[in-house]
């Protein structure tokens, strides 16, 4: 427990305006948006600039203090939520919201941590840039956490990961060093790429105070379509052809079951299906350039009648209009809420190679079938990636606690095939508490000794997030 002395300490070193210790103004940073973890902390401190959370870690190394770093707090693992003990202070970067500078000629965005994802994009787009990292969360979670956990989201398949778009970082270590690294290079060949070992380390190893964002052209064509397929092979098929056909412009290409749909149509008020005919897979596929001639939505004409040709597309709807365009996303973005209406869901966030995608679904939907009758898998996503959000929908009527509880055992099996196909058990919302003992148990012990080296190595106090992505010893 951290002592009164610690926390006056630490209270001094932000100023007044730079904690919250009452129960009330502390709340919602102690539960995550699903209520699957809550905990309790010492105190919020929320420092406004690199020195003070380098005061703030000069303390908590010296005193033992653990800190569990947060941004938006919009993270699906728990990795930003203190544990129950009431032992741990929570560091907030929400007033580490500045701007820093814009290099045009260069592309580049430098930010400090607590900058939302869409304040990144705005400003990106003010200098007729795109940042391209896109969220369900985009309007509340922070470029910091962004890195932090190597985000993922919709683009993906064109721009990477969020460890992809990084040039350079700022990293307050376990001890209150600062390693600034603020650099926008994109050639820098200088021994080990220390970045890397931070970005996707959910703040065990360090706490990401700024960032030097790679910025793109901004598309100025989309094309975007929502077509029937008839499987999931055919989805994967028709990927690999748009892609020939349009030179590597498909920006997004999302999957959607047909009971993915027919909840939105259920419960999203204004939603319907532009589809008439049933089908039982729908994929929202994107198209996007810097060529605004109108050639873009020719060849995305062209390429569906060879699609629909070749048998992978059944039905096809384009969006006419920026408004229609939308309404497609909506579609896409709301089937993780319209699934919370239809009783409990077990989720899992895996990837396999893209090439196994159609069999670890097929898979995967026999086994829990075969296990609880009447569940209703929901599979969906970035199916480019290989990345598919396995969510399982209780069965009609059943019990919703009985349901939940049977989760670990559906993971197990979803889980299982995962690995047999050479996949992930995380593929974009990392380890946090939620994986932190199964990843224990599946990666191999070279590969968990080598993340235990790097954690002894850079918080040898264990106080950064400790509890989170590995244990100690
Ligand atoms: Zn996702």
């Not at 500078?101 to 994009?121: H, I, R």
């Not at 509340?140 to 990477?160: D, E, F, K, M, R």
């Amino acid at each position: 427990m951290a002592s009164a002395e610690t926390l006056a300490r630490m209270k001094a070193a932000v100023g007044p305006k730079g904690y919250l210790d009452d129960a009330a103004d502390m709340a919602p940073y102690l539960v995550e948006r699903r209520d699957l973890y809550k905990g309790r902390a010492a105190a919020v401190l929320k420092p406004a600039s690199t020195a003070e959370v380098a005061a703030l870690m000069r303390i908590a190394h010296e005193t033992g203090t653990p800190v569990v770093p947060q941004g938006g707090n919009t993270g699906l693992v728990g990795g930003q939520i203190p544990f129950e003990t009431g032992d741990e202070v929570i560091l907030s970067l929400q007033r580490m919201n500045r701007i820093l500078a814009l290099d045009p000629a260069n592309n580049t965005l430098t930010v400090e941590a607590g900058v939302t994802l869409a304040a990144a994009q705005a400003a990106a787009e003010d200098a007729d840039r795109l940042f391209p990292l896109s969220l369900a969360s985009e309007g509340s979670c922070q470029i910091g956490g962004n890195l932090a956990t190597n985000a993922g989201g919709t683009a993906v398949l064109h721009y990477g990961n969020a460890r992809d778009l990084v040039l350079g970082l700022e990293v307050v270590l376990a001890d209150g060093r600062i390693w600034e690294s603020l650099k926008g290079l994109r050639k820098d060949n200088t021994g080990y790429d220390l970045k890397q070992v931070f970005l996707g380390s959910e703040g065990t190893l360090g706490i990401i105070t700024g960032a030097v964002l790679k910025l793109f052209p901004r598309p100025r064509a989309m094309a975007t379509g929502f077509v029937a397929v008839p499987d999931v092979e055919a989805a994967v098929k028709l990927l690999r052809l748009a892609d020939a056909a349009t030179g590597g412009l498909v920006t997004s290409f999302e999957l959607i079951p047909r009971i993915g749909i027919d909840f939105v149509v259920k419960h999203l008020p204004g939603a319907s299906n532009p589809l008439k005919a049933p089908s039982p897979w729908y994929v929202l596929i994107e198209l996007s350039t810097g060529d605004d001639s109108g050639a873009l939505a020719l060849s995305f004409e062209a390429l569906l009648g060879d699609a629909m040709e070749k048998g992978l597309v059944t039905d096809a709807a384009l969006a006419s209009s920026q408004a229609q365009r939308a309404a497609f996303w909506r579609m896409r973005e709301s089937m993780s809420d319209v699934q919370k209406l239809e009783g409990g869901s077990i989720k899992h966030d895996v990837s396999v190679p893209v090439s196994a995608v159609a069999e670890f679904i097929a898979r995967a939907t026999r086994a829990v079938e075969a296990a609880l009758p009447g569940i209703r898998p929901v599979p969906f996503g970035h199916v480019g990636d290989g990345n598919i959000h396995f969510n399982l929908s209780q069965p009609v009527g059943a019990d919703t606690a009985a349901y939940l509880a049977r989760w670990d055992e559906m993971s197990a099996i979803v889980h299982g095939i995962v690995r047999e196909l050479g996949g992930s058990i995380s593929a974009e919302h990392g380890i946090g508490r939620m994986k932190r003992d199964e990843i224990a148990a599946t990666k191999s012990t070279v590969e968990m000794e080598l993340m235990r080296t790097l954690k002894r190595a850079l918080d040898p106090k264990g106080i950064l997030n400790p509890g989170k992505v590995v244990s100690a010893g």
